[in-house]
C-alpha cells in the first residue's frame, strides 16, 4: 500500500452504517410522533412486498472484551434474562399496535452483548413471543451471534428449531498475548466444535468476525490466525478494523497507544490478511467483509443489489429495520431513532408504558439524496446522479471534494457519478466523507469517529 496515501488519509472518519451519521442527528428537533409516522409510512408502503427486518440487542455479558465498542451490561446474574425478555416482547407489542397489521418478517438478528449470555429456554421464549401472529417472509434469514466459549448445542439446535440458519462467531484473534490483553478468551478447540456442531446440526452460514489493529497483535499472530480459519473455511468473515476510542469506551483504557500497531503497521496487517483471505478462496465484499464465491453476499456484488444498514452488509434490503432491546438502532428510511442506552432508563420506559426512544433523526430532502450516493459507494463501489432530478447544493458541494480524491487515484469522477478504484476500495470511508454534508458544515472540534486507517 502507498504509505503517502496512507498518512494522508488516516483521519477520523465514520464508518457510515447510516448517513447522517449519529453525532449529526438532529436530536433536538426530532420528534417521537414524527418517527412513529415515518415507521407506518414506510410498514405501510413495503411490509407486504419486502416485509421488515427486526435487530434485538441483548446486551449482558460474563466479562468484559476490553475492545469491544459494544453497549454492554456485564454481570453472571443470569436472574437478568426473563425481565429484559419480558420487556422486549412489551416493546414489540408497542411497535405492532402502530404498525397495525401483521408484519412479514424479512431479517432477523440477534446482536450483544452475548446473545448466546441467554438460556436455550430463554431465547426460545423470547423468539416464540416475537413470531407470534407475524408472517414469515418466504426468503427469510434468522441469524445471532455467539461467543465459541458459551454456545452449547442444545443453543444451536433451540435456534435451529426455530428458523435460524446463520450464525457469526466473534474471535478476534487467536493469539493467546492478544486475547489475554483485550480480555477475550477462546480456543481453537471451543471454535471448531462450534463449527461443527453447526454445521452438523444444519446452519448453512457460518461467520467469524476477526479484527486487525488490535492491541500486541503482529504481523505473526495474524498470519496464524488466518491459517487457522482458512482450516475452518466459515462462509463468511468479517475482517474488521480495530477502533481505539477510549473516550467513548473505558475499557479501551486497559491498554495504550504503544501497545497498538502504528499507521501504518496496521495497513500492512490488513493488506496480508486480505491477501491471505483471497490466496483462501474469499471474495472481497463492500468494505471489512469477505465470502466464499457462492454466497449470495458475493451474487448481490456482483448484480448491485447489496445492502449495508447498522447489522452490517446483507443481500436483503428492507426499508424498515425495528431495533429492540437497550441502546438498539431503527431505521425506517425516512428517519433513524435509538433506544435507551442504559439498562435501567430502558426497562423504565418500558414499565411505564413509553416506547424507549430517546434521540434520533427525520431525514432531510438533501439527507435523502447523500444518504443514497453513500449507500452507493459502500456496497457497489460506484454511484450515479442526475443534475435535473437531483438538485441539491449539498451533493454539488460534495462533488467538487471528490476531485482531490480523484487526483490521488482513489476514484474515477466523471460529469455523472463515480467508480472506486482498486486502489481506493481501502479508501471508502475517505470517499463517502468527501459527501457528508453534516460532517463538514459542522466540523467536530473533538475527535468523534475512529481513524479511518
Not at 428492507?318 to 433513524?336: E, K, N, P, R
Not at 469522477?413 to 481501502?426: A, F
Amino acid at each position: 500500500m502507498d504509505k503517502q496515501l496512507t498518512q494522508k488519509y488516516n483521519v477520523a472518519a465514520p464508518r457510515y452504517t447510516s448517513y447522517p451519521t449519529m453525532p449529526y442527528w438532529d436530536t433536538c428537533n426530532f420528534d417521537s410522533r414524527q418517527w412513529l409516522a415515518s415507521v407506518k409510512s414506510s410498514f405501510q408502503e413495503t411490509n407486504i412486498q419486502d416485509g421488515i427486518s427486526l435487530y434485538i440487542h441483548l446486551p449482558f455479558c460474563e466479562s468484559l472484551c476490553t475492545y469491544c465498542g459494544c453497549n454492554t451490561r456485564i454481570t453472571k446474574n443470569h436472574n437478568v434474562e426473563e425481565p429484559y425478555i419480558n420487556a422486549v416482547l412489551k416493546e414489540w407489542q408497542m411497535y405492532r399496535s402502530i404498525m397495525g397489521a401483521a408484519p412479514v418478517i424479512r431479517e432477523l438478528h440477534l446482536g450483544g452483548g452475548t446473545p448466546t449470555f441467554f438460556s436455550p429456554d430463554n431465547l426460545q421464549k423470547l423468539i416464540t413471543g416475537i413470531l407470534h401472529q407475524v408472517t414469515i417472509h418466504p426468503k427469510a434469514e434468522f441469524s445471532f451471534e455467539a461467543h465459541p466459549g458459551n454456545t452449547t448445542e442444545a443453543h444451536l439446535q433451540t435456534l435451529f428449531d426455530l428458523g435460524f440458519r446463520r450464525l457469526s462467531l466473534g474471535i478476534q484473534d487467536f493469539d493467546p498475548a492478544v486475547q489475554l490483553i483485550i480480555n477475550r478468551h477462546q480456543t481453537l478447540e471451543q471454535v471448531f466444535n462450534v463449527t461443527y456442531l453447526a454445521r452438523k446440526i444444519g446452519y448453512t452460514s457460518i461467520n467469524y468476525d476477526l479484527i486487525y489493529g488490535l492491541p500486541l497483535q503482529t504481523m505473526d499472530s495474524l498470519v496464524k490466525t488466518m491459517h487457522l480459519v482458512s482450516q475452518l473455511v466459515p462462509d463468511r468473515i468479517a475482517f474488521y478494523s480495530y477502533a481505539h476510542v477510549p473516550w467513548i469506551k473505558p475499557g479501551q483504557r486497559k491498554f495504550t497507544e504503544a501497545d497498538l500497531p502504528d499507521a501504518s503497521s496496521k495497513a500492512q496487517l490488513y493488506e496480508t490478511g486480505r491477501s491471505l483471505l483471497k490466496s483462501a478462496g474469499y471474495a472481497e465484499i463492500g468494505m471489512d467483509h469477505f465470502a466464499l464465491p457462492n454466497d449470495e453476499l458475493v451474487t448481490a456484488g456482483v448484480e448491485g443489489t447489496l445492502h449495508r444498514n447498522f447489522m452490517g452488509y446483507t443481500h436483503q434490503h428492507t426499508q424498515l429495520m425495528v431495533g429492540l432491546g437497550v441502546s438498539a438502532i431503527s431505521d425506517s428510511w425516512y428517519g433513524f431513532a435509538q433506544n435507551q442506552k442504559k439498562l435501567e432508563d430502558y426497562i423504565n420506559d418500558i414499565n411505564e408504558d413509553k416506547l424507549p426512544v430517546f434521540k434520533g433523526h427525520i431525514l432531510t430532502h438533501d439527507d435523502l439524496i447523500i444518504r443514497k450516493h453513500i449507500l452507493n459507494i459502500m456496497c457497489t463501489g460506484q454511484t450515479t446522479w442526475n443534475d435535473h432530478t437531483e438538485s441539491c447544493e449539498t451533493l454539488s458541494e460534495g462533488i467538487e471534494r471528490l476531485e482531490a480524491l480523484a487526483q490521488d487515484g482513489l476514484i474515477e469522477l466523471s460529469l455523472l457519478g463515480l467508480h472506486v478504484t482498486n486502489k481506493g476500495k481501502r479508501f471508502l470511508r475517505n470517499i463517502c466523507m468527501a459527501l457528508d454534508a453534516r460532517l463538514w458544515s459542522d466540523k467536530p472540534t473533538t475527535q468523534l469517529f475512529s481513524m479511518a486507517v
